[in-house]
C-alpha cells in the first residue's frame, strides 16, 4: 500500500513538472526570440553607423577650404592654427589616430587635455570665489563611446517607427557621428550648474552658465554653439558646451560673436 502510494505520488509530480514545463515554454521562447533579434538590430545599428561615419570620412577627406587654408599658410609662412585651433566637426572628422594628453580633474571625476586643464581649473576656481557651484556634466569621450551613444539613440528611434535613415538625421541634430564630436578632443567640457545638472534650455539661465559665458574667453573658452549660429555649426545652441581654443582666439571669436568655423576661415 504504501509502496503504492509513493509510486502515485511520484507520477503526479511527473506531471506537475510537464504541465509547468508546458506552460513556461512559449514565454522561455518568446524570450529568448526577443534577445536574439535586440542583438541582431544593435549589430546591424553598429556596421551601419561605422560605414556611414567611414563614408563621412571618404567624402570630407580631402576638403577644398581646408585645402586651401593649408596652402595659404604654406606660401605666407603664417603657422598653422595650434592644435587647440582643431576643428572639428560634421564635416571634419577628427584623425583615426587622434590621441590626446589627458589630464585628470579628480575633484569632478573628469578628464580633459593637458592644454586646457590648468585655464579650466582657474576658470571653475574664479567662479566659486564669486559664490558659484559647478559640474562638469561632460569631457573627454572616446570615438568608441560616441558611436555607442548615437547607436543607443538610434535604436530608441528605430523601436518608435523610424527607419535608420530618418532615425540617423534626427539624432544628429544633438548627438555627434562618430568622429566628429569635440569631446573626443579632450577640450570641450560640458558645464552645468552643481545644484541643476539637466541639458536642456533652463540651464541657460542659471547663475553658472550666465557667468561661464560671459566669462570664458578670458581663459580661453568659448561657447561652441551658440544660439542663432545654427546654419554655420550645423547644432542646435547648447548653453553649457564650452571649448578650449587659447585666450587670443577665444577673445576675438566672442568680441567678434562668431564661431570657430568663421573664425579659422578669416585666419590669413
Not at 98 to 106: F, H, T
Amino acid at each position: 500500500m504504501k509502496q503504492h502510494t509513493k509510486e502515485r505520488r511520484k507520477r503526479m509530480r511527473r506531471r506537475r513538472i510537464r504541465r509547468t514545463i508546458w506552460r513556461i515554454a512559449p514565454y522561455a521562447v518568446g524570450i529568448f526570440l526577443m534577445v536574439t533579434v535586440w542583438k541582431a538590430t544593435s549589430f546591424a545599428l553598429r556596421q551601419l553607423s561605422r560605414e556611414r561615419t567611414a563614408d563621412h570620412r571618404t567624402e570630407t577627406a580631402a576638403d577644398p577650404e581646408e585645402e586651401e587654408l593649408r596652402e595659404t599658410f604654406q606660401e605666407t609662412g603664417t603657422p598653422a592654427p595650434a592644435e587647440d585651433l582643431l576643428l572639428v566637426n560634421k564635416t571634419h572628422p577628427l584623425p583615426e589616430d587622434y590621441e590626446p594628453s589627458l589630464k585628470r580633474l579628480s575633484d569632478y571625476g573628469a578628464d580633459v587635455d593637458e592644454s586646457a586643464y590648468d585655464a579650466l581649473i582657474a576658470m571653475l576656481k574664479d567662479g566659486n570665489q564669486e559664490g558659484l557651484s559647478f559640474w562638469i556634466a561632460s569631457s573627454y569621450r572616446s570615438v568608441k563611446r560616441q558611436r555607442e551613444l548615437l547607436d543607443e539613440d538610434i535604436a530608441a528611434l528605430v523601436q518608435q517607427g523610424y527607419s535608420y535613415s530618418q532615425a540617423y538625421e534626427e539624432v544628429v541634430k544633438e548627438t555627434m557621428p562618430a568622429g566628429c564630436s569635440e569631446h573626443a578632443t579632450g577640450l570641450a567640457v560640458d558645464l552645468v550648474a552643481k545644484d541643476y545638472q539637466i541639458l536642456d534650455e533652463k540651464q541657460g539661465s542659471t547663475e553658472e552658465v550666465l557667468w561661464l559665458q560671459k566669462h570664458c574667453s578670458q581663459y580661453g573658452f568659448i561657447l561652441r554653439y551658440p544660439q542663432g549660429k545654427e546654419d554655420i555649426t550645423k547644432v542646435s545652441y547648447e548653453s553649457w558646451h564650452f571649448r578650449y581654443v587659447g585666450v587670443e582666439a577665444a577673445e576675438e571669436i566672442t568680441s567678434r560673436g562668431i564661431t570657430l568655423e568663421e573664425y579659422l576661415n578669416s585666419v590669413e
